[in-house]
């Protein structure tokens, strides 16, 4: 097949999941054009059957605002002309499912039916699809498309409760690729970050307010009163700055390491014990799941799908959001009971394998066949 994907190139999980589902899908002899505004953090191999199409957009004096949509919805047109795509699969609704719209009716005007899927990922549905500004046009757009997928059980149902869909939305799961994490851990760089055997915690994120990034601080300064530990904090964003001032009221900063933004997160994650998830919000938890398939249980919230990912005593624990106090006796407990945090790093790395993304690009590959032209698996 030839498809198109549409996707943020950024760190986000739903930039992350479109490009490793792209990669993999080449893998497998399907040729794969990623179009976006620049190339995708993720896509950093090289593959005969990966393509990248840059969407440029113009400035002109007369537009306070470059209309990213209207030149996005060309570059598909033309990439679906020239390369004789199958279908669109656009990840996050906004603008990319109403970008693919346009695409395909400029498309139909040629005599061709272009596919649309739409994959929805989180924020696109929970918090911007429903400012009023853009909710018309993301309920137009999403029951435009020919298909409509969410990464959790929790996502879809929040879908419908949101927004008038008048289409059915298929749940096909966030995933993993586990062989990444099958590295041996490398010890002179645990005993570089722990120089005398503490534990260590780690959380990753886009360290936007909705990830609670300063409860991560909270929950290590109540942990390190009780067990010698070390608090790595993957990723950047606008809380960062909140967050630096509250490790120096906290006097925790010569335990805890601001790392920025990593590519090979699995490196860090392999020397560590503990994750920390407390978000206000996950449609499904991917940084989770990364962090269980390198035998690391996850504290999180039990909001939006994290409770469908980090199974509840099992390969972790849950929380309400904002109960400081309870995730840090759950992860007190945990660093405190060797066979206790034995068990769940096997559990966590069990249950992540029920996600490898060799279990759920064949999903995906059966949904484009619905929709696929008669000769287009010959491609």
Do not use: W
Request: hydrophobic share 40%; net charge negative; aromatic share 8%.
């Amino acid at each position: 097949m030839r498809i198109g994907i549409v996707c943020y190139p950024t760190f986000g999980g739903s930039g992350v999941v479109a490009t490793e589902l792209g990669k993999a899908l080449a893998d497998k002899g399907h040729s794969v054009h990623f179009i976006t505004y620049q190339q995708p953090v993720r896509l950093n191999v090289f593959s005969a059957n990966i393509y990248y199409h840059e969407v440029r957009v113009p400035t002109y004096p007369l537009f306070d605002y470059p209309p990213y949509e209207v030149a996005l919805a060309s570059t598909m047109v033309d990439v679906i002309k020239n390369h004789d795509l199958d279908l669109l699969h656009v990840h996050y609704a906004i603008p990319h499912a109403s970008a693919a719209y346009m695409a395909k009716q400029i498309i139909l005007k040629t005599g061709r039916n272009i596919p649309v899927i739409t994959t929805l990922h989180g924020t696109d549905i929970t918090l911007v699809g429903k400012d009023k500004t853009y909710e018309p046009v993301v309920t137009f757009s999403i029951n435009e498309s020919d298909a409509i997928t969410a990464v959790s059980q929790n996502l879809r149902e929040e879908t419908f409760r949101s927004f008038n869909i008048t289409k059915e939305i298929e749940v096909i799961y966030n995933f993993v690729d586990v062989s990444r994490f099958s590295k041996k851990p490398i010890d002179a760089f645990r005993k570089v970050i722990a120089p005398h055997n503490e534990k260590i915690l780690v959380h990753a994120s886009n360290f936007r307010s909705i990830k609670r990034v300063k409860d991560v601080v909270k929950i290590f300064a109540e942990v390190r009163k009780q067990v010698p530990s070390k608090l790595l904090m993957v990723g950047d964003g606008p809380e960062r700055p909140g967050v630096e001032e509250l490790i120096k009221d906290l006097n925790v900063h010569e335990d805890v390491r601001l790392v920025g933004k990593q590519e090979q997160i699995e490196e860090i994650l392999l020397v560590s014990d503990v994750f920390l998830l407390p978000s206000q919000y996950e449609s499904f938890g991917l940084a989770a799941l990364e962090a269980m398939a390198a035998h690391v249980p996850v504290i999180s919230t039990n909001a939006g799908g994290l409770p469908e990912v980090n199974l509840e005593g099992i390969t972790g624990y849950t929380a309400n959001i904002g109960d400081v106090a309870a995730m840090s006796e759950y992860a007190i407990n945990l660093l405190t009971n060797e066979a206790l945090l034995k068990t769940m790093k096997e559990n966590a790395y069990k249950q992540a394998v029920s996600f490898d993304i060799q279990n759920i690009v064949p999903v995906y590959e059966k949904l484009y066949s619905r929709f696929c032209r008669m000769d287009c698996g010959d491609k």
